[in-house]
C-alpha cells in the first residue's frame, strides 16, 4: 500500500484525501450491506470490491508486470474472470439459505437444521431455536421453585446472550414461576401500576410487570430484530405483544428516557449484557452507556417520587465483584441526585448466582422494606443489603455507608478490583481488573477460575498479546523491509521525519479511538459509533488532505499555527463536550449523530494537514525515505491502538483525548527540523546549479 501511494504520480494531499474518503463511504457502506444481507455475504461483497480496486489499478499504468513464468503472472492474466467469479459468489450467497454461514459459534458447533430463525442487522445476529418442553428457564430460582415444565424456544443474540422464549397463549397464571425468581423481587412492593423493561430480549420482564399486576408496560429495546420476533414471526408462539397495556420502543434506552415526559412506578434492568460476553472477556474492554452514574440519574429521573429502579447482575458468593461495582454505582448516583443516606434507599438480595438490586428514588418506607423482607424470607432468598442492618460483606458496608463522594472514593480504594463507580467518562463498568493487578502474585488467591476476574484476565491479556503480535507483525512487515530506504538519509531527515509520523500516527489513533468511546456511549452502541464516528473523522479528514493543497503550511508561522490550533482544539473538547452529550441525551439518533459530524468536522480538517505536509516536508529534502515514512506512520497507529484502549480503560477517555492533543502539539519540533533541513537541502541544489553565483536563501 505504501509503495503504491507514494510511487503514485499525482499529489500527495489528493491521493491521502482520495483513500481517506473512499474509507469514510465504506464506514456507512457497511452499516447497509449488514441491515440488507447476512454477515458472510456481506464479506463477500466487499471482497468483490477489493476485486474491483484491483481491476483498477492494474489498469492503471503504474508498476511493472509480473515475469511471464511466475503465479502472479498467470494470476493477472485472468483477473477480470476471478473478480467475476467473486461477485457471482457473492450475490449466490446472499439469494440463498444455503451458502457460506458460521458453524463455530462461541466455541460451539451450530447446525442449521437447530435453528427456526436466523437474521442479521448492523449490530447483532439473532437467532431462535425449534421448541422444547423443559422446566423454565430462569435466571435466579428461590429454592422453593415447584418443579414445572414449559415449552419454550431459546433466543440467542451474537451467539452467547441467551434468553427464553416462552409459549404464551395470553393466559398469565401459566407463568407462576415468574414468582420465584430473584429479579422480580422488586414486585413484592404493593401499588406498582406502570413499569418499564430496559432491553427486551424473549419478552420475560414484560411478562413479569404483567404478572404481578402492572397494567402499563413498556419495553425499551435497541434491537428491532428482536421486536419483529415478538410482534411478527413468533407472535402466535408468545402472545406478549397482544397484552393489553404492553407497547414495545425501538430505542436506545438512554436516550428514550431521556426523551419521554412518562414518568414511572418501576424500571427493570435485568442481565443486560450476558454471563457469557462476561466470561468470554468480551465486554469487559468495552465501553457501556447504561452503567454510567449519568445514565442512573437518567432512570432514576423517571421513576415517580416512591419509584425504585431494580437491577440484576450475576453474582459470586464470598465474591465482592459486580455486585460490589454495582452498590457503588448505586451510591454515587443517590449521592448526585441529593441523597443524604443512600443506604436508606437500597435493597439488595442473591439467589445462586444473581444478584438484585433494588434502588428507590425516595427512601424506602416500612411498608415496602417489610414487603421485600418478607418476599425474601419466603423465597429464602439471601438479603446482603438492607437499610435496617449491617451488610454481611464488610467491602459492601463501607460503600453502602458513604453519605459523600470522597467517602465512597475511599471505600472503593486499595481493593484488589476496581469498584469505583463508572462514568460517561470511564464507561468500563465490566472490566474490574486494575492493569497493576497482575504484577501481584497473590491475586490468583482472590478469585475462582469463573466469572468477572476470568472474563477481566482473558480479555486483558489479549489485549496485552495483541499489543505484542501487532509490535512483532509491525517490525517484520513493516519496519525491517523498510528500513533501507531510510538508511543514506541525513540525520535530520531519519529523525526527524521518523518522529513527525510517529506523532501523528499516536496522535490521530489516540483522538480517534478516544472520539469511537465517548460517542459509542452518546450514540447508545459500539456499532453507530464505528459507523458514524469513523465516517466523520476519516471524512474531515480526508477534506483536510484536500485543503492542504490549497493551503499549504508553508513557513515556519504556519506550521506552528496549525500545531497549536490542533492541539488546543483537542485539549478543549474534554471540557465543553461531555455536559453537551448529557445534554443532547434524549435527541433522535439523526440528530446525535449530526452533532457528531459537526463536533469532528474540526479536529478531522485540523489533523488532514499532518501527513501530507509532513510528506512534502521530507520529499522537499529526498523521495527515497518516503515508504518508510508511510510505514512508519501506520505502525505508530496500529501501535497505539490498544494502548489508547488501556489508556481508556486506566485512566480515563479525557485522558487519552489529551495524550493525542499532545502530540500534536510536539510535532512542531520534528517539522521545524525537517524544515531546517529542507532548506539547507535546497540552499545546497542551488549551489550545485550555480557554484559562482551567491545564493540567498
Known amino acids: 500500500m505504501s509503495l503504491a501511494l507514494t510511487r503514485s504520480p499525482y499529489a500527495i494531499g489528493k491521493v491521502y484525501g482520495a483513500d481517506l474518503i473512499g474509507a469514510a463511504v465504506g464506514c456507512i457502506g457497511v452499516l447497509v450491506l449488514l441491515n440488507v444481507m447476512n454477515g458472510p455475504s456481506a464479506v463477500l461483497w466487499v471482497s468483490a470490491l477489493i476485486g474491483l480496486a484491483a481491476l483498477g489499478f492494474a489498469g492503471s499504468g503504474l508498476g511493472t508486470l509480473p515475469e511471464a513464468t511466475s503465479l502472479g503472472s498467470k494470476l493477472f492474466r485472468y483477473r477480470r474472470s476471478i473478480v467475476t467469479g467473486c461477485l457471482l459468489f457473492a450475490i449466490a450467497n446472499t439469494f440463498t439459505t444455503y451458502g457460506v454461514r458460521p458453524t463455530i459459534i462461541k466455541d460451539h458447533l451450530e447446525a442449521s437444521a437447530d435453528l427456526a430463525y436466523d437474521r442479521w442487522n448492523s449490530f447483532s445476529r439473532i437467532t431462535v431455536s425449534g421448541s422444547e418442553t423443559v422446566p423454565p428457564a430462569m435466571f435466579g430460582a428461590s429454592p422453593r421453585l415447584p418443579h414445572s415444565t414449559i415449552e419454550q424456544r431459546a433466543l440467542n443474540i451474537d451467539g452467547g446472550a441467551g434468553t427464553a422464549l416462552y409459549r404464551f397463549d395470553g393466559d398469565l397464571a401459566s407463568l407462576g414461576f415468574l414468582r420465584y425468581d430473584v429479579t422480580n423481587l422488586a414486585y413484592a412492593i404493593p401499588d406498582l401500576k406502570t413499569g418499564a423493561v430496559i432491553g427486551v430480549g424473549g419478552g420475560r420482564d414484560v411478562l413479569s410487570q404483567r404478572l404481578f399486576g402492572l397494567r402499563d408496560v413498556t419495553g425499551v429495546e435497541i434491537n428491532p430484530i428482536i421486536i419483529d420476533v415478538l410482534e411478527r414471526?413468533?407472535?402466535?408462539?408468545?402472545?406478549?405483544?397482544?397484552?393489553?397495556?404492553?407497547?414495545?420502543?425501538?430505542?436506545?434506552?438512554?436516550?428514550?428516557?431521556?426523551?419521554?415526559?412518562?414518568?414511572?412506578?418501576?424500571?427493570?434492568?435485568?442481565?443486560?449484557?450476558?454471563w457469557a460476553a462476561t466470561g468470554a472477556g468480551a465486554f469487559t474492554l468495552t465501553e457501556n452507556g447504561l452503567y454510567t452514574v449519568e445514565a442512573w440519574q437518567r432512570f432514576l429521573d423517571r421513576l415517580n417520587p416512591s419509584g425504585l429502579f431494580t437491577v440484576s447482575r450475576w453474582y459470586a458468593p464470598g465474591e465482592v465483584n459486580e455486585t460490589g461495582r454495582l452498590v457503588s454505582l448505586a451510591v454515587a448516583t443517590l449521592l448526585a441526585s441529593g441523597a443524604v443516606e443512600p443506604r436508606r434507599h437500597l435493597f439488595l438480595a442473591a439467589a445462586g448466582k444473581v444478584a438484585t438490586l433494588i434502588v428507590t428514588k425516595s427512601p424506602l418506607s416500612p411498608a415496602a422494606l417489610t414487603a421485600l423482607e418478607d418476599a425474601a424470607k419466603a423465597n429464602e432468598f439471601t438479603v446482603l443489603l438492607s437499610p435496617n442492618t449491617s451488610a454481611p460483606s464488610a467491602v459492601l458496608e463501607k460503600i453502602v455507608s458513604a453519605t459523600?463522594?470522597?467517602?465512597?472514593?475511599?471505600?472503593?480504594?486499595?481493593?484488589?478490583?476496581?469498584?469505583?463507580?463508572?462514568?460517561?467518562?470511564?464507561?468500563?463498568?465490566?472490566?474490574?481488573?486494575?492493569?497493576?493487578?497482575?504484577?501481584?502474585?497473590?491475586?490468583?488467591?482472590?478469585?475462582?477460575?469463573?466469572?468477572?476476574?476470568?472474563?477481566?484476565?482473558?480479555?486483558?491479556?489479549?489485549?496485552?498479546?495483541?499489543?505484542?503480535?501487532?509490535?512483532?507483525?509491525?517490525?517484520?512487515?513493516?519496519?525491517?523491509?523498510?528500513?533501507?530506504?531510510?538508511?543514506?538519509?541525513?540525520?535530520?531527515?531519519?529523525?526527524?521525519?521518523?518522529?513527525?509520523f510517529v506523532l501523528i500516527g499516536i496522535g490521530f489513533m489516540m483522538v480517534e479511538i478516544a472520539l469511537l468511546q465517548r460517542m459509542s456511549v452518546f450514540l447508545g452502541h459500539p456499532v453507530y459509533a464505528l459507523s458514524v464516528v469513523l465516517f466523520s473523522l476519516i471524512l474531515w479528514t480526508g477534506f483536510g488532505s484536500l485543503a492542504s493543497?490549497?493551503?499549504?503550511?508553508?513557513?515556519?508561522?504556519?506550521?506552528?499555527?496549525?500545531?497549536?490550533?490542533?492541539?488546543?482544539?483537542?485539549?478543549?473538547?474534554?471540557?465543553?463536550?461531555?455536559?453537551?452529550?448529557?445534554?443532547?441525551?434524549?435527541?433522535?439518533?439523526?440528530?446525535?449523530?449530526?452533532?457528531c459530524v459537526l463536533v469532528l468536522a474540526p479536529a478531522g480538517l485540523l489533523m488532514g494537514f499532518g501527513f501530507p505536509t509532513g510528506m512534502r516536508l521530507v520529499s522537499a529534502i529526498s523521495t527515497g525515505p518516503t515508504p518508510w515514512f508511510w510505514g512508519i506512520n501506520g505502525a505508530a497507529g496500529v501501535l497505539a491502538a490498544s494502548v489508547a484502549v488501556a489508556t481508556s480503560i486506566a485512566c480515563s477517555i479525557d485522558t487519552t483525548l489529551r495524550i493525542g492533543a499532545a502530540c500534536y502539539l510536539l510535532v512542531a519540533a520534528p517539522a521545524m527540523l525537517l524544515m531546517s533541513a529542507g532548506a539547507r537541502s535546497s540552499h545546497t541544489a542551488l549551489r550545485s546549479l550555480h557554484p559562482s553565483e551567491p545564493t540567498n536563501v
Open 404 to 500: 459523600d463522594r470522597r467517602t465512597l472514593d475511599r471505600a472503593t480504594a486499595g481493593f484488589y478490583l476496581d469498584l469505583t463507580p463508572p462514568t460517561d467518562a470511564r464507561p468500563f463498568f465490566f472490566n474490574q481488573l486494575w492493569f497493576a493487578t497482575l504484577l501481584d502474585p497473590d491475586v490468583f488467591s482472590h478469585f475462582t477460575h469463573t466469572g468477572v476476574f476470568a472474563g477481566n484476565l482473558v480479555a486483558t491479556l489479549t489485549l496485552a498479546m495483541l499489543v505484542l503480535i501487532s509490535a512483532a507483525l509491525v517490525a517484520a512487515t513493516i519496519i525491517v523491509p523498510l528500513q533501507p530506504t531510510v538508511r543514506e538519509a541525513g540525520w535530520q531527515l531519519a529523525v526527524g521525519g521518523t518522529v513527525y
Open 549 to 595: 493543497e490549497r493551503m499549504r503550511l508553508a513557513g515556519t508561522g504556519k506550521l506552528l499555527a496549525w500545531s497549536v490550533a490542533s492541539a488546543a482544539y483537542l485539549f478543549a473538547l474534554p471540557l465543553w463536550l461531555p455536559p453537551l452529550l448529557v445534554d443532547l441525551d434524549g435527541a433522535g439518533l439523526l440528530v446525535r449523530a449530526g452533532l
Open 233 to 274: 414471526h413468533f407472535s402466535g408462539y408468545t402472545a406478549i405483544a397482544a397484552l393489553e397495556g404492553v407497547r414495545f420502543e425501538v430505542d436506545e434506552a438512554r436516550s428514550w428516557f431521556a426523551r419521554t415526559p412518562r414518568s414511572f412506578d418501576v424500571i427493570q434492568m435485568s442481565l443486560i449484557d450476558t
